[in-house]
């Protein structure tokens, strides 16, 4: 679903230039649920909006569902976000003056998708707000609106769903409640999930964690995995644990 290859991302500043990403290599399958952690300033945001098209890396390759990113226009990535892309931002990003059902709509009906409004009903009733369809943002709790915007993302059918910090303005009951949504409806839609966040439990949900640190990628070997290849070694090839961290361990994901 997902390729990067020895990808970089650099601003000038004055006369400086700031490392952002340093060269990194990432494959997300389709399908797979992924977390991408670490702390403010890392690079996730910066990861996440490159891996969805929003924005181009300063050198290296990126692909969405084989589609060259690296290589297009803004138009071009705009028609391929349109095609293959939901996104749900901590921000909610709701247009104030249109309905809910409205909102959720928009990305359908850009897309000429000709059942919008069924669909848009449907999903809006999945989310639990069936009885709120005809309200603005305005008239809706943060936790509503956060609803509105997961309906908003699943209605053009997206091969893969971005998350951005997607409950770091909710209270952690509303929070639960919103992660439970996004896992359901991404099982439900059978969509690929890469996930920025702050929260390690939602982070535990998907199947996969990178850490993010200083620009560099880092992807952990599960200790499950390890105490699992351990136990199916031959006895006459038995391999520490001390051994296979050190033969899996990785600087970079690649």
Known sequence: MLSVKDLTKSVQVEDKTLVLLQPLNLTIAAGESIAIVGPSGSGKTTLLSILAGLDLPSSGQVYLKNQPLHQFNEEQRSQ??????GFIFQQFLLINSLTALENVMLPAELANMPDAQARGE????????????QHYPSQLSGGEQQRVAIARAFIAKPDVL????????????????????????????????????????????????????????????????????EENQPDSQTTTHHDLKSKTSVSQVG
């Open 162 to 229: 971005f998350a951005d910090e997607p409950t770091g303005n909710l209270d952690s009951k509303t929070g639960q409640y919103i992660i439970d949504l996004i896992f359901d409806l991404n099982v439900k839609e059978g969509t690929t999930l890469v996930l920025v966040t702050h929260d390690a439990k939602l982070a535990a949900r998907c199947q996969r964690q990178v850490e993010m640190d200083s620009g560099a990628l880092t992807e952990p070997m599960a200790e499950a995995t390890l105490a699992n290849t």
């Open 80 to 85: 391929v976000r349109a095609q293959h892309v």
């Open 122 to 133: 449907a999903l809006l009733t999945q989310v639990g707000l069936a009885d709120r369809i």
